[in-house]
C-alpha cells in the first residue's frame, strides 16, 4: 500500500499481495476384511456361534440330557482341496489337557467345508463328541495336505448354553415276551406276561414277569402216526400219535434228546440239543426200510 498526493489530496493505493497457501494431500489405505475362519454349527448362518439345549428331569427318572450340534469348519483363506485334512483343538482355559478335546476331519474337495464332527458341552475329550465349554472357546487349528501342514491359526467361537427343567415319571410297559429270551414269539412255547417299570429313555425301574416261576417249558408234539418213545436229559419218555407233552427246564443250556431216526419205539440212537422254550414236532418220512424220523422246530399251534 502507499500514499500519492494529487493536488491536496492523499489516494491510498493498494497494490495485490499474492499470498500462497499449500494443501496437503492424504493417502487412506483400506484393508480388506479378515478371511473367514472357524466352525459352522447346523444350520446357523453365522460363524463360531451355537447354543445348546441341557434338559434337566426330575422325577423318577431323574437325569441330564444334553443336546448335540453338527459342526464343520470352514476357511476362506485354506478351503478344502484334494488329500486335505483339518485338526482342530479346544484350547480354553478350563478345559483338561492331555489330550485337548480335538476333532480330525476330512476337508477335501467334496464338500464346501469339512467332514462334520458331532459337538456337546464337556471340559474333557471324549471320543463321540468334539467337546466345547460355555462362554468363548478358543481353538487352533492345522490343515494338512497328506503329511504337510499348509496353514495353521487360531479362532474363537461363542458358546451359549439354555437350561430347561423337565418333571420325567416313568410308565408301566406291559408286553408279552418268551421265557426264553432268545426265543421269538413265533417260536416260543412259554410265552409270559412282562411288567416293566420303565423310562422314556429305555431305564427300566422295576420288572416283573408273570408267572415268576424258574422253569422254562418246551413243547414237543407227535405229527408222525407212531408211538414215538424218546428220552430228555437221560428221563424216557412216550408220545403217542397226535399228542403233545410240555417238558419243563431250568437249564439255560437246553434239552438233550434221544430218540431212533429209523425206529420209532427202538431204543434212541441220535441225540440232538432242543432250546428251551421253542415249539418242537416229531415228523415222518419215507416209507419202509426208508422211513425217516426227524425232530424239527414247529411253528404252528
Not at 478350563?94 to 489330550?99: R, S
Not at 481353538?139 to 461363542?158: C, L, P, T
Not at 424218546?230 to 434228546?257: C, H, M
Request: charged share 25%; net charge neutral; proline share 5%.
Amino acid at each position: 500500500m502507499s500514499l500519492i498526493g494529487i493536488g491536496g489530496a492523499i489516494a491510498i493505493v493498494t497494490t495485490p499481495t499474492t499470498i500462497a497457501s499449500s494443501q496437503s494431500q492424504m493417502t487412506v489405505t483400506v484393508s480388506a476384511p479378515p478371511k473367514a475362519v472357524g466352525l459352522r454349527f447346523g444350520a446357523q448362518s453365522q460363524l463360531n456361534q451355537a447354543e445348546f439345549l441341557v434338559t434337566e428331569y426330575s422325577g423318577d427318572c431323574a437325569g441330564i440330557q444334553t443336546s448335540e450340534l453338527a459342526a464343520s469348519f470352514i476357511s476362506e483363506k485354506t478351503p478344502p482341496a484334494p488329500y486335505r485334512r483339518v485338526l482342530i483343538r479346544n484350547i480354553t482355559r478350563g478345559i483338561i489337557a492331555n489330550p485337548y478335546p480335538y476333532t480330525d476331519r476330512e476337508y477335501d474337495e467334496r464338500r464346501p467345508s469339512s467332514e462334520t464332527a458331532r459337538t456337546s458341552l464337556g471340559s474333557t475329550h471324549n471320543g463321540k463328541y468334539f467337546n466345547l465349554m460355555e462362554g468363548e472357546n478358543e481353538f487352533e487349528y492345522e490343515i494338512k495336505e497328506r503329511d504337510r501342514v499348509i496353514d495353521s491359526g487360531k479362532f474363537s467361537a461363542q458358546i451359549v448354553k439354555t437350561l430347561q427343567r423337565v418333571q420325567r415319571d416313568a410308565e408301566w410297559e406291559n408286553k408279552k415276551v418268551c421265557k426264553n429270551s432268545s426265543v421269538s414269539l413265533n417260536d416260543c412255547e412259554d410265552v409270559r406276561m412282562s411288567r416293566q417299570f420303565k423310562c422314556s429313555d429305555g431305564r427300566v425301574l422295576k420288572s416283573f414277569m408273570e408267572p415268576d416261576d424258574s422253569e422254562t417249558y418246551t413243547r414237543i408234539s407227535n405229527h408222525t402216526g407212531s408211538v414215538i418213545i424218546f428220552e430228555i436229559d437221560g428221563d424216557s419218555n412216550v408220545l403217542n400219535p397226535g399228542e403233545a407233552g410240555r417238558y419243563p427246564s431250568t437249564s439255560s443250556y437246553g434239552l438233550k434228546v434221544r430218540f431212533n431216526n429209523t425206529c420209532a419205539d427202538c431204543s434212541p440212537t441220535t441225540s440232538t440239543n432242543l432250546t428251551v422254550g421253542k415249539r418242537y414236532v416229531f415228523k415222518k418220512s419215507g416209507s419202509g426200510s426208508g422211513t425217516l424220523f426227524q425232530l424239527v422246530p414247529n411253528r404252528s399251534n
